[in-house]
C-alpha cells in the first residue's frame, strides 16, 4: 500500500482531495451505461484526486507517483463510457478539468489548455473570430477537450470532417510522459495517433492545438418518415449532396423518437421514424426543396418555433444522447456501435433491420470516412442476457458489420481487437513502469492476449475491487 500522507505532502501547494465520498465520485464516468461494465466495475475506486492548474504541477504530481510506483488515470468530464477514466488500480486520478484557459485563437485553429468544456472553447472561439471547432461530441456541454480526444472518435460534424484519427483533425499536443524525470514532448501530424484514442495509457496532454471551421448558427430540424428505411435513404441522399452543408445527420427508427425525445413529443408523431439534422441556415432553403422531392414529413425546425427555451439541441437527441434518453426512461435499454462498411452501407443497415425485428432499434449516424460518405450505428437493443448480447454481436459480424463493443474498458475490445502497434511502442517509451491508466491497454497488460479465442480480457488488478 502506497503511503498517501507522505504522497500528500511531497504535493504541498498542488489541489489533493481525499475525502472519500468526493473520491468515489471522480472514480466513475457513465459506465453504467452497460450492464456488462456496471457489474465489472462497481466498486472501483481511486486513493487521490489530484487537481493541476498547470503543465508544471502536472510534471510534479508525475514525478512524485512514479517514485512512489502509484498509478495515475486521467479524467476530464468523466462523461465517457466504457469506464475509460475508471482507476482500475486504484492510486490517482488526475483531475485536467481546472487547466481550462484557451491561449491563443488564430484564423483556422485554437491553442487552449485540456481540461476546458467543449462549449466553453467554442464560445470564446465563436466570440473571437466567428470559427468553432470542426465537430464536437454530444457531450459537448459537459466533455473536455482532450478527454475528447484521449476518450472519443468523433461526432456531431463528422459528417463534414471526419473523426479525430483523420490527418489534420488534430493539429498538436503536448503529452507530458510518465517517467522519473517527465518529458514533455509536441507530437503533430502522424504521431498524434500514439496518444490519440488511447484513453492516456501513454501520456498525460497539457495543451492542445485544434483546427476551426467557420461557425453557424446551425437550425435543428427533424423530419418524419412512416418507415425507418425510407429515413435511412433520405438521410443517404443528403449527406451526398455537397452542396448542402451539414452538421448532424441521424436517422433513429420508431419508437425512439416519440417515446424518449419527451421535450420534442409535440412536434413528433407516434410511429414514426425520424431525422434528427442540423443544417446551416444559407443551406436551408436547398435542403427543404431535397425533403421535400423525397416527401420527408418536416416535423420540427429551431428557426421557426416560437421559443427554443427549455428544448435541447438536436445534437443532445444524437450520438451516445440518443441512448441515454432511452436509458433514463428504460433501463432494460443497452446499445451496440457498429459499422456498416460502405458503398452498400444501406443494404446491410436494411438487412440488420429486419434480423432483428423489436430487439434491436435502429440508430444510425451518418459520418464522412475516407471521403466516402457511410453510416456507423448506435443501436439500441431491448436487454434480455449477457449471452444473448454477444449473439447479437457475433450475428452482426457474421454479416460484415464489425462491432466496436462498448460493453468493454480495454482499448482493443472497443475498437479493433487487436493491438495498436504505435500506442504500444509509444507506451514503452513513455510510460516504462506501466503506471497510467493500468488495465486498458491489453497488448501492455498481457502481450499473449489471443484476441481470436473469443474471450473477454479480465484485468487482474480488478480484484482488489472485488
Ligand atoms: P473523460 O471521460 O474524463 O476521459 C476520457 C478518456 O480520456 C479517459 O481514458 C481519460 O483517462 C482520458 N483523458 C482525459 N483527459 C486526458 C488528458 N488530459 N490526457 C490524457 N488522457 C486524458 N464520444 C464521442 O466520441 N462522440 C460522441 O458524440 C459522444 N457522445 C456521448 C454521449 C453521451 C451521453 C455519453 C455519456 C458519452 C458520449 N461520448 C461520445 C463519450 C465521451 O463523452 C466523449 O468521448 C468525451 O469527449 C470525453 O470527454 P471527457 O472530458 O468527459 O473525458
Known amino acids: 500500500m502506497a503511503d498517501y500522507a507522505r504522497i500528500k505532502q511531497e504535493l504541498d501547494g498542488i489541489a489533493v482531495e481525499d475525502n472519500p465520498a468526493l473520491v468515489k465520485q471522480k472514480s466513475r464516468d457513465f459506465y453504467w451505461y452497460s ?4 457489474e465489472e466495475l462497481d466498486n472501483v475506486v481511486g486513493d ?10 502536472v510534471i510534479r504530481t508525475l514525478k512524485v507517483a512514479y517514485a512512489h510506483g502509484v498509478p495515475v488515470t486521467p479524467r476530464g468530464g468523466g462523461t465517457g463510457n466504457y469506464g475509460q477514466a475508471m482507476p482500475l488500480s486504484g492510486g490517482i486520478i488526475l483531475n485536467l478539468i481546472n487547466m481550462n484557459k484557451v491561449k491563443e485563437i488564430l484564423p483556422g485553429r485554437v491553442i487552449c489548455e485540456p481540461g476546458i468544456i467543449i462549449s466553453e472553447l467554442d464560445r470564446q472561439t465563436k466570440e473571437h473570430s466567428g470559427q468553432e471547432l470542426r465537430f464536437h461530441p454530444s ?3 459537459t466533455a473536455s477537450v482532450a478527454g475528447f480526444i484521449a476518450g472519443g472518435s468523433g461526432g456531431v460534424g463528422s459528417i463534414t470532417w471526419g473523426g479525430l484519427r483523420d490527418l489534420g483533425n488534430i493539429l498538436r499536443l503536448r503529452v507530458v510522459t510518465m517517467e522519473a524525470e517527465p518529458r514533455v514532448l509536441e507530437l503533430s501530424a502522424w504521431d498524434l495517433q500514439k496518444v490519440s484514442h488511447a484513453y492516456g495509457t501513454n501520456g498525460i496532454i497539457t495543451e492542445v492545438e485544434m483546427p476551426l471551421a467557420p461557425a453557424y448558427d446551425w437550425v435543428d430540424v427533424i423530419v418524419g418518415y412512416d418507415e425507418f428505411m425510407d429515413a ?3 438521410a ?3 449527406s451526398h449532396k455537397n452542396g448542402i452543408l451539414l452538421k448532424e445527420v441521424a436517422p433513429i427508427a420508431a419508437p425512439i423518437p416519440f417515446d424518449y425525445f419527451t421535450r420534442h413529443k409535440p412536434w413528433l408523431k407516434e410511429g414514426q421514424a425520424v431525422v434528427v439534422l442540423m443544417v446551416a441556415p444559407h443551406s436551408m432553403e436547398p435542403f427543404l426543396a431535397l425533403a421535400e422531392r423525397m416527401k420527408g414529413d418536416v416535423r420540427f425546425r429551431s428557426d421557426t418555433v416560437e421559443s427554443m427555451k427549455g428544448i435541447p439541441h438536436a445534437y443532445e437527441l444524437t450520438w451516445n444522447h440518443t441512448t441515454l434518453r ?6 432494460n435499454i443497452t446499445y451496440l456501435q457498429v459499422q456498416y462498411p460502405g458503398p452498400d452501407h444501406v443494404e446491410k443497415v436494411r438487412i440488420m433491420t429486419e434480423l432483428f425485428p423489436d430487439e434491436v432499434i435502429g440508430h444510425l449516424e451518418f459520418i464522412k470516412f475516407d471521403g466516402q460518405i457511410q453510416c456507423a450505428g448506435l443501436p439500441l437493443v431491448r436487454y434480455t442476457t449477457k449471452e444473448r448480447l454477444e449473439e447479437i454481436i457475433r450475428i452482426h459480424e457474421e454479416n460484415g458489420c464489425p462491432i466496436f463493443n462498448p460493453h468493454r474498458y480495454t482499448l482493443e475490445e472497443g475498437g479493433m481487437k487487436q493491438t495498436d502497434q504505435v500506442q504500444l511502442d509509444f507506451k514503452k517509451e513513455t510510460d516504462p513502469k506501466g503506471l497510467l491508466n493500468p488495465g486498458k491497454m491489453i497488448a501492455w497488460e498481457n502481450p499473449d492476449f489471443d484476441f481470436s479465442a473469443g474471450k473477454n480480457y ?5 480484484e482488489v475491487f472485488a
Open 326 to 331: 432511452a436509458l433514463k426512461l428504460d433501463t
Open 139 to 141: 457531450t459537448k456541454q
Open 48 to 57: 487521490l484526486v489530484v487537481s493541476p492548474t498547470t503543465e508544471e504541477e
Open 35 to 38: 450492464p456488462i461494465l456496471k
Open 236 to 238: 443517404d441522399a443528403l
Open 232 to 234: 435511412v435513404k433520405f
Open 458 to 462: 479480465l484485468f487482474p488488478g480488478l
